[in-house]
């Protein structure tokens, strides 16, 4: 079989310095423009995929919108995995209806009752994630990268997203809004990461707002056989084999080096 290009990106723990999991996604270097029936092929493939490039012993975390989420065939190839344990299903979004939420949060209820662990993504993107999050009851959250962005640039809360303001207030201060998001998201049980992280004032904003784990360009961004930072690339010995891996090029992996700068804090 010909497995599709594929890349893992880093999701961090910003206390320990090391990698929480990895995302998967299409592609070698960005998101392909397939067909329905070539998502579907994607996913049906996926068990051969992490039998034969994905270390058993790492955490990914794999998308899912509300439409592929109610394919009985892309919830087999989910289902035929091994390790479901270590997978969080993305209930990642680009639908508004009341209808397509209500189906696909009972699926994705389901898919919790069936071992895995669930992710709410594109939080603050302004597909409900606020209600998506409370409907299935997630263990982590992912902060949209606008979030980080309004973050890095200081602005007013405003009307980005109108759920969020309609819950937090229109008038929240930069950044401790990512503060009140962290803790209004543990107080119902799930973990945050902020997506988006793209320099070292990114993570220390973040990180000193509470928020525990993060992902962006920051953490993988390896081009062409070295860094951009001149930074060493961080991954425990037992995920390197998936530096290995066809489709999977080291560039998507690289983790910058700052560890030894984050434990000094």
């Known amino acids: 079989m010909n497995l599709p290009q594929f890349r893992l990106e880093p999701i961090m723990d910003l206390v320990r310095g090391e990698p929480l999991g990895f995302e998967l996604l299409a592609g070698a270097s960005r998101c392909p423009d397939w067909s329905e029936d070539g998502w579907r092929a994607f996913y049906i493939d996926l068990p051969e995929l992490f039998r034969s490039h994905i270390p058993a012993s790492a955490r990914v975390f794999i998308n899912l919108d509300s439409r592929q989420v109610l394919d009985h065939a892309i919830v087999d190839g989910l289902l035929g995995i091994e390790g479901r344990h270590r997978l969080v299903v993305e209930w990642t979004e680009h639908f508004r209806t009341a209808i397509a939420y209500e189906k696909a949060g009972s699926a994705f209820a ?156």
């Open 110 to 265: 389901r898919l919790k009752q069936y071992g895995f662990a669930l992710a709410i993504d594109d939080v603050g993107a302004g597909y409900d994630g606020i209600g998506r999050t409370l409907r299935v009851l997630p263990a982590f959250a992912k902060l949209d990268m606008s979030l980080t962005r309004l973050a890095r640039r200081g602005q007013p809360f405003c009307a980005h997203d109108p759920e969020l303001v309609s819950l937090f207030g229109a008038n929240i201060a930069k950044p401790r809004f990512l503060r009140d998001l962290n803790d209004f998201f543990e107080g119902v049980g799930a973990r945050v990461i902020a997506e988006g992280i793209e320099s070292a004032d990114d993570l220390e904003r973040v990180r000193t707002n509470g928020i525990r784990y993060g992902q962006g360009y920051y953490f993988a961004s390896w081009k062409g056989g070295a860094s951009t930072s001149g930074h060493q690339v961080r991954i425990p010995a037992g995920e390197r084999r998936i530096l290995e891996a066809p489709g999977a090029p080291a560039e998507a992996l690289a983790v910058v080096d700052w560890k030894s700068s984050a434990r000094s804090k």
